[in-house]
T-cell receptor, first 112, second 111 residues
Framework: KAGVTQTPRYLIKTRGQQVTLSCSPI?????VSWYQQTPGQGLQFLFE???????NKGNFPGRFSGRQFSNSRSEMNVSTLELGDSALYLC???????????FGPGTRLTVL | GENVEQHPSTLSVQEGDSAVIKCTYS??????FPWYKQELGKRPQLIID?????GEKKDQRIAVTLNKTAKHFSLHITETQPEDSAVYFC??????????FGKGNQVVVIP
């Protein structure tokens, strides 16, 4: 099976802009989770979607949002970008009822 | 929420020696404990995991042990090789697909 894919791989934005990141899970996986990775905070959970519904949400401001489509592909959106949003954004997919999560290559977001 | 701590932050070992990384967790409801390896510039890769109904799991040179009473779990790598050099992350979940990660350990295998 093909692995988890994410697009784009790199993004450069300026403060105040918004950005949309995309994640395609492993075929057959219905759960998609998003994580932010930074050197200081490590890997932090953003949210998880299953069957187009957000099941879990981490402690991030409302500027971070997401959605999932009927084919399980997921997008996350960050509005009004801040310098501190610069990070590697990783998505991970999982089978419906298991916990094993498989990560995509990530999107490197730089906010100037 | 769940809080996972990892020690030590950096571990240097001679090639062929063993490496042990220990993590502690706070939520007694956590029942799934994966370990991920992340090489520089690459995605985290699941290398082994353990569930709360098992005390130990082994896969070739890698093993994980879980002590539910003490709320800690450890990764053991035997006969280390240079390709084992990476950052290793432990994580915990209570079955809701929400992984709480430790801050990671840099493992350096010295040839």
């Amino acid at each position: 099976k093909a692995g988890v894919t994410q697009t784009p791989r790199y993004l450069i934005k300026t403060r105040g802009q918004q950005v949309t990141l995309s994640c395609s899970p492993i075929s057959g996986h219905r759960s998609v989770s998003w994580y932010q990775q930074t050197p200081g905070q490590g890997l932090q959970f953003l949210f998880e979607y299953f069957s187009e519904t957000q099941r879990n949400k981490g402690n991030f401001p409302g500027r971070f949002s997401g959605r999932q489509f009927s084919n399980s592909r997921s997008e996350m959106n960050v509005s009004t970008l801040e310098l501190g949003d610069s990070a590697l954004y990783l998505c991970a997919s999982s089978p419906a009822t298991e916990n094993e999560q498989f990560f995509g290559p990530g999107t490197r977001l730089t906010v100037l | 929420g769940e809080n996972v701590e990892q020690h030590p932050s950096t571990l240097s070992v001679q090639e062929g020696d063993s490496a042990v990384i220990k993590c502690t967790y706070s939520d007694s409801a956590s029942n799934y404990f994966p370990w991920y390896k992340q090489e520089l510039g690459k995605r985290p890769q699941l290398i082994i995991d353990i569930r709360s109904n098992v005390g130990e799991k082994k896969d070739q040179r890698i093993a994980v042990t879980l002590n539910k009473t003490a709320k800690h779990f450890s990764l053991h790598i035997t006969e280390t090789q240079p390709e084992d050099s990476a950052v290793y992350f432990c994580a915990a979940s209570n079955g809701n697909n929400r992984l709480a990660f430790g801050k990671g350990n840099q493992v350096v295998v010295i040839p």
